[in-house]
């Protein structure tokens, strides 16, 4: 009876036991994947301005870590980053030479694991 009854005990305790193990500690904040990129180009500064919405409860554990740039499909810039500055999102300004018409790809990677690009043809 008392080998029945210690099986029927942790039987009911180890699927919460494992539960609270698999939660995140509260003071984690939730994670949250970037959810809209917005670009523009300054062709008098040659300056590229990006801002992403990207809401963080905990800035140094989640945030923008790094940012690519493509001119035309090539690389031309590789970006790290080790917190966020805000809670709501990223913002840099970065130089970049580019025309009119070219096509600047600006791609953003989470701490998370997820990542999100934009692409911004240059206009007058």
């Not at 008392?2 to 699927?15: C, D, G, Q």
């Not at 554990?61 to 690389?75: I, Q, S």
């Not at 500055?85 to 018409?101: C, R, T, Y």
Request: hydrophobic share 40%.
């Amino acid at each position: 009876m008392r080998k029945f009854l210690m099986t029927l005990i942790l039987a009911l305790l180890f699927p919460i036991s494992n539960a609270l193990a698999t939660t995140p500690p509260p003071s984690q904040g939730a994670m949250f994947p970037v959810q809209s990129i917005s670009l523009s180009y300054d062709l008098v500064s040659a300056s590229l301005h990006v801002t992403a919405d990207h809401p963080s409860a905990n800035w140094e554990r989640d945030y923008v870590r790094m940012m690519t740039v493509a001119l035309n499909g090539e690389l031309v810039s590789t970006l790290n980053y080790h917190y966020q500055k805000i809670p709501n999102g990223f913002s840099d300004d970065v130089p970049l030479k580019a025309k009119i018409g070219d096509v600047i790809t600006v791609e953003l990677f989470c701490t998370q694991g997820s990542s999100l690009s934009k692409d911004l043809t240059v206009t007058k």
